[in-house]
């Protein structure tokens, strides 16, 4: 009977402390550090609208980093390439595959170009206009809309030049034929007219033109990659002035060139819209608040004050809060 508490003894102490064991081993796991999703920022050079995008996008990402299982997005887990300050002789697809990134975002053309036969990570493009059919087909890139709703866009140009009754423009159905539908569905509900003409080359845009003067108070200038070449882009600036009627575009670019006023989305809300859009991929079991790939509604307001004087074109400054670039809510 003597050996009997030595031999019980251990057994009852295995028993006490293993479940502690278990709980303490479980408690370091819950507490160490989640491993963070690899992400492989490619970005065209470092220009401001580039920059804002990318700032957006980390913002975005980086607020869910305490929410997410034992993956999670940290501006630690980012590698940025920016391809203007590279090497001529940088091995970009060697670079990513050492890299082995869960995603790739690709911020402007030039950076899409550069990434989008990678096929080993889905990829996010924003700020790319016009992108190619290949990136375009492929089911493993998707990208950020550069344009804002045609409603959006309207409205704040009615704000501006409320005594606009008929807009103009001149569309390729297969190119913008949506966005033209739309425009018109809103303008049902504004009060205003489209009134819009089609054309599949820039040649016949041209000659389009033409029957619309003295027919409308404005001409919008639609995102259609088959029309806007420089010759059309010119016929337009003409048309404005020629027939002194505002000439509404969707870039600052073209209000430097001689547009009366533009509506471009806002590049900071581009990058938060991808940070959204790369959650949902990385996590698609997550719920990105009602988050729907669509428009991005965020934008700037600008008016060439200039132009709306030469044409003579009143416009309501208050829209504007006498500030050269309103955020449109």
């Not at 073209?254 to 959650?279: F, I, K």
Request: proline share 6%; net charge positive; with cysteine.
């Amino acid at each position: 009977m003597g050996c009997k508490p030595n031999n019980f003894q251990p057994m009852m102490y295995m028993k006490k402390t293993s479940p502690l064991f278990l709980l303490i081993a479980i408690f370091t796991l819950w507490l160490s550090p989640a491993r963070a999703f690899e992400i492989a920022v490619v970005q065209t050079s470092s220009a401001r609208p580039y920059e804002e995008s990318y700032q957006g996008f980390i913002q975005t990402t980086a607020k869910s980093a305490s929410t997410w299982g034992h993956k999670s997005i940290s501006p630690d887990s980012t590698t940025r390439i920016v391809l203007s300050e590279v090497d001529p002789s940088f091995d970009l697809q060697s670079k990513l595959q050492g890299l082995h990134p869960d995603i790739i975002i690709a911020i402007g053309r030039k950076a899409l170009l550069r990434v989008m036969n990678y096929s080993e990570a889905p990829i996010i493009h924003m700020l790319a206009p016009f992108p190619p059919a290949k990136a375009q087909n492929n089911p493993n890139i998707s990208g950020i809309d550069l344009n804002l709703s045609p409603a959006k866009q309207l409205s704040a140009f009615l704000d501006v030049f409320p005594s606009i009754k008929r807009i103009g423009t001149i569309y390729n159905p297969s190119e913008t034929g949506e966005m033209v539908r739309q425009a018109k569905a809103f303008a049902g509900i504004a009060g205003i007219e489209i009134v819009s003409l089609k054309a599949v080359s820039d040649k016949e845009a041209i000659q389009q033109m033409a029957l619309l003067r003295n027919n409308v108070d404005a001409f919008w200038m639609l995102p259609d990659r088959s029309l806007l070449t420089p010759i059309f882009i010119e016929s337009q600036l003409r048309f404005s002035f020629e027939n002194r009627v505002p000439l509404l575009t969707f870039s600052d670019k073209y209000l430097e060139m001689g547009a009366t006023l533009s509506l471009a989305a806002a590049h900071y809300a581009m990058g938060e819209r991808a940070g959204h859009l790369a959650m949902q991929t990385l996590k698609p079991t997550e719920q990105e608040n009602g988050f729907q790939e669509q428009y991005v509604e965020t934008a700037t307001l600008r008016l060439n004050e200039k132009i709306a004087k030469k044409i003579g074109i009143i416009s309501n400054t208050a829209a504007l809060k006498i500030s050269p670039a309103q955020k449109v809510q």
